[in-house]
C-alpha cells in the first residue's frame, strides 16, 4: 500500500493522554491486490460495535458523559499510540481529513497544490475546498507517479 496523508500531528482542543507507546508497530507492506470499488463484508463483530455506539450515543467527544471516554476518544488515543503521534483528530471522512491537513500547513485559497492524477474526487475536491487549486500529476502505466511530469510541475506548485 502506498503512503497516506495523516492528520494525526494536528493538535486537538484538549491533549489527550496516551497510552503506553508499543514497540511492537506494525506497518503495512503488502500491496494490495484487490478491487477498489468492491469492498469485503463487514465482519459481524464490526456490525455489532457499530449498533451498540449507535444506541449508546456518545458518538463523538461531545456528548460524553462525567467519567465516560466515547468511542471516538478511544480511537484516537488508540491510533495516535499506533503511530507514534501525539494528537490524532478522527474525522467524517478522507475529504474532510485532507482539507483539515491542508489548512493545518497553511494552505490558502489561490495556492497551488500538487496531486496524483490517478486519484479519486476527495482529493481534488479537499484542495478545492480550501480555495487551493490541484496540479494533477500524471503517471506510469505501472499507475505510479511520472516523475517527469512531476519534474515538470513542481515549479508550477506552492504546495
Known sequence: MGKFLSVCDIPVLR???LPERRPNLVFITDIFDGS???QEPIPDEAIAAALA?????RSHHYNEAEGEMAETVMLELEFS???GARYCLAMASVGHA??????????KPGDKVLINAFTLAPVPGAIASVGAVPVFVGVTDGLVIDLEDLAAKAGQANV
Open 15 to 17: 491533549p489527550l493522554t
Open 36 to 38: 477498489f470499488t468492491q
Open 53 to 57: 455506539v449507535l444506541k449508546h450515543g
Open 81 to 83: 499510540a499506533q503511530m
Open 98 to 107: 485532507l482539507a483539515t491537513a491542508l489548512r493545518a500547513v497553511g494552505v
